[in-house]
């Protein structure tokens, strides 16, 4: 039996009802389904009176992470603030359809997070104004509790289906905010909407047809660049609990060289982060040599070669949704080769010039440019340039970006890549403040099929991956529990715990 197995059942034998996805205009995004095996026993007399009755107290408390509801109320504040006088509407999304009836695991939209500090789907968030700021309320589909008929009826929202669940009182208590059912719901034409895509029905029923507001989610975007204290404390334990994910994974190598190759390993790091946090922050890349080089290697059918690299890219997602993103890239048998370590150190430099331009009032561009300065010039020094060091750099070079066609860092935050919404203002041309939070992660990719790179260096990928703090007077690196130089990596394989 599915977990998504959704739909009124009490409909009969009649087809599936088909919805519309709000954002793609998709039909089946999210459909409401009967479930086959059930309508005849939910329409007998004699199982639905029996169903109704005989059930006990059950525990409704929502599940809250430490601080999350204060940190959500200032931030709410920050909006305000922001967009007074407006009415702003933030959605929380549903879960994506997979096949058929069955969907992928809920993951609430990082705005919605940021601003009530808890998942809860189908949720619609609204701050109407008032005098000195905005009023909150959630609305959210009740769920369905013994004594009625879509107790037993509703996948999605009866607790036969799903367990005990939060509903408005519990809800209200808990958050701090104003609760109320989604049928409720009633916004007026000039609302400001963002948030996740959601579908014509329940809480989608009231905002079909009406455009996400790019200046909200905007607005959302360059207020998350700044983290308060406690985001900054939810990032540090992501942190610290991925680096505890690489040493799973690092016990786990002559298993997975044995048998299970890259996907034991990225098993190992996903069931690791379910454990500590909610989930892997994003999907785990695990790439043994050939595949080191393939940017978003997630598919970790491979196996583990244990004379190559093996580039390991993983985060954990805490329960609030901030996640880490780390990469290191290890030898799998415990020890570079003369040429691995080599494209090893040379990233090293690279990554140790990048995280040097990392300070509060330089430009975001300047550690990019330093990164990449330092992979250009050591490239032209082993004469896999067609041109100059300088005409690579310039603005119609950029040559040396055949081995690093990415960037070298990024926002992290609710988003592995946050703040995607932000202008380019306030994002890549604008100023590194204290705060914000990001990544450093140059690299040198040389696949197995360049036929420009000499045949030793093919098939080698290497990746040097830190998050970072800016802070008042330069940088807090949260992942420096992982070394980041060849001989410090050769030591940390060597360990046996």
Same mark, same amino acid.
């Given at each position: 039996?599915?977990? %998504? #197995?959704?739909?009124?059942? $009490?409909?009969?034998?009649?087809?599936?009802?088909?919805?519309?996805?709000?954002?793609?205009?998709?039909?089946?995004?999210?459909?409401? =389904?009967?479930?086959?095996?059930?309508?005849?026993?939910?329409?007998?007399?004699?199982?639905?009176?029996?169903?109704?009755?005989?059930?006990?107290?059950?525990? %409704?408390?929502?599940?809250?992470?430490?601080? @999350?509801?204060?940190?959500?109320?200032?931030?709410?504040?920050?909006?305000?603030?922001?967009?007074?006088? *407006?009415?702003?509407?933030?959605?929380?999304?549903?879960?994506?359809? *997979?096949?058929? #009836?069955?969907?992928?695991?809920?993951?609430?939209?990082?705005?919605? $997070?940021? $601003?009530?500090?808890?998942?809860?789907?189908?949720?619609?968030?609204?701050?109407?104004?008032?005098?000195?700021?905005?009023?909150?309320?959630?609305?959210?589909?009740?769920?369905?509790?013994?004594?009625?008929?879509?107790?037993?009826?509703?996948?999605?929202?009866?607790?036969?289906?799903?367990?005990?669940?939060?509903?408005?009182?519990?809800?209200?208590?808990?958050?701090?905010?104003?609760? =109320?059912?989604?049928?409720?719901?009633?916004?007026?034409?000039?609302?400001?909407?963002?948030?996740?895509?959601?579908?014509?029905?329940?809480?989608?029923?009231?905002?079909?047809?009406?455009?996400?507001?790019?200046?909200? @989610? %905007?607005?959302?975007?360059?207020?998350?660049?700044?983290?308060?204290?406690?985001?900054?404390?939810?990032?540090?334990?992501?942190?610290?609990?991925?680096?505890?994910?690489? @040493?799973?994974?690092?016990?786990?190598?002559?298993?997975?060289?044995?048998?299970?190759?890259?996907?034991?390993?990225?098993?190992?790091?996903?069931?690791?982060?379910?454990?500590?946090?909610?989930?892997?922050?994003?999907?785990?890349?695990?790439?043994?040599?050939?595949?080191?080089?393939?940017?978003?290697?997630?598919?970790?059918?491979?196996?583990?070669?244990?004379?190559?690299?093996?580039?390991?890219?993983?985060?954990?997602?805490?329960?609030?949704?901030?996640?880490?993103?780390?990469?290191?890239?290890?030898?799998?048998?415990?020890?570079?080769?003369?040429?691995? *370590?080599?494209?090893?150190?040379?990233?090293? =430099?690279?990554?140790?010039?990048?995280?040097?331009?990392?300070?509060?009032?330089?430009?975001?561009?300047?550690?990019?440019?330093?990164?990449?300065?330092?992979?250009?010039?050591?490239?032209?020094?082993?004469?896999?340039?067609?041109?100059?060091?300088?005409?690579?750099?310039?603005?119609?070079?950029?040559?040396? %970006?055949?081995?690093?066609?990415?960037?070298?860092?990024?926002?992290?935050?609710?988003?592995?890549?946050?703040?995607?919404?932000?202008?380019?203002?306030?994002?890549?041309?604008?100023?590194?403040?204290p705060g914000m939070s990001l990544t450093v992660e140059p690299g040198l990719y040389f696949h197995a099929w360049d036929e420009t790179v000499?045949?030793?260096?093919?098939?080698?990928?290497?990746?040097?991956?830190?998050?970072?703090?800016?802070?008042?007077?330069?940088?807090?690196?949260?992942? #420096?529990?992982?070394?980041?130089?060849?001989?410090?990596?050769? *030591?940390?394989?060597?360990?046996?715990?």
């Amino acid at each position: 039996m599915s977990a %998504r #197995d959704h739909g009124p059942v $009490l409909s009969g034998l009649g087809a599936a009802v088909r919805t519309v996805d709000w954002e793609s205009g998709m039909p089946n995004s999210r459909s409401e =389904r009967r479930d086959p095996r059930m309508p005849l026993l939910a329409t007998t007399p004699g199982f639905s009176e029996w169903i109704r009755t005989g059930w006990g107290d059950a525990d %409704r408390t929502p599940r809250l992470e430490p601080g @999350a509801v204060e940190a959500a109320a200032a931030h709410r504040a920050r909006l305000s603030e922001a967009l007074p006088g *407006r009415t702003l509407v933030v959605t929380a999304g549903r879960a994506q359809l *997979r096949m058929n #009836d069955t969907f992928f695991e809920f993951r609430a939209d990082s705005d919605f $997070l940021w $601003l009530t500090g808890y998942a809860v789907e189908d949720g619609v968030l609204v701050l109407t104004p008032v005098a000195g700021g905005h009023d909150a309320t959630l609305f959210v589909t009740p769920p369905a509790r013994p004594g009625d008929p879509a107790f037993h009826a509703d996948a999605a929202h009866g607790e036969l289906w799903v367990g005990p669940q939060p509903g408005t009182a519990e809800l209200e208590a808990a958050l701090g905010i104003r609760v =109320r059912a989604v049928s409720a719901l009633d916004l007026p034409e000039e609302a400001l909407i963002a948030g996740a895509a959601v579908v014509a029905r329940g809480a989608g029923a009231h905002l079909d047809g009406r455009p996400r507001s790019a200046e909200l @989610a %905007r607005v959302l975007s360059e207020l998350r660049r700044i983290k308060d204290a406690w985001e900054i404390a939810e990032l540090r334990s992501a942190v610290a609990r991925t680096i505890d994910g690489f @040493a799973e994974v690092r016990r786990e190598i002559p298993r997975a060289i044995e048998r299970g190759g890259e996907r034991w390993l990225q098993g190992t790091f996903d069931r690791h982060a379910r454990t500590v946090g909610q989930a892997p922050g994003y999907a785990t890349i695990v790439g043994s040599g050939a595949h080191a080089p393939i940017l978003h290697w997630v598919r970790a059918d491979g196996e583990i070669d244990p004379d190559a690299l093996l580039l390991l890219d993983m985060g954990v997602e805490n329960r609030t949704g901030y996640t880490a993103d780390v990469t290191r890239t290890i030898p799998a048998g415990g020890r570079f080769s003369d040429v691995q *370590r080599r494209v090893h150190d040379l990233v090293e =430099r690279s990554h140790r010039a990048g995280l040097a331009a990392v300070r509060p009032g330089k430009p975001w561009a300047d550690f990019h440019a330093a990164s990449m300065e330092v992979l250009a010039q050591g490239l032209s020094d082993w004469g896999l340039l067609p041109v100059s060091v300088d005409e690579a750099l310039s603005e119609v070079g950029q040559q040396h %970006r055949r081995f690093i066609v990415c960037g070298v860092g990024h926002h992290l935050g609710l988003d592995v890549h946050d703040c995607d919404a932000a202008s380019y203002g306030a994002y890549l041309g604008g100023t590194i403040e204290p705060g914000m939070s990001l990544t450093v992660e140059p690299g040198l990719y040389f696949h197995a099929w360049d036929e420009t790179v000499p045949p030793e260096l093919r098939g080698i990928g290497v990746r040097l991956e830190d998050d970072l703090i800016v802070t008042e007077t330069g940088i807090e690196v949260l992942s #420096d529990g992982l070394p980041i130089d060849a001989a410090g990596i050769e *030591r940390w394989m060597a360990r046996t715990i």
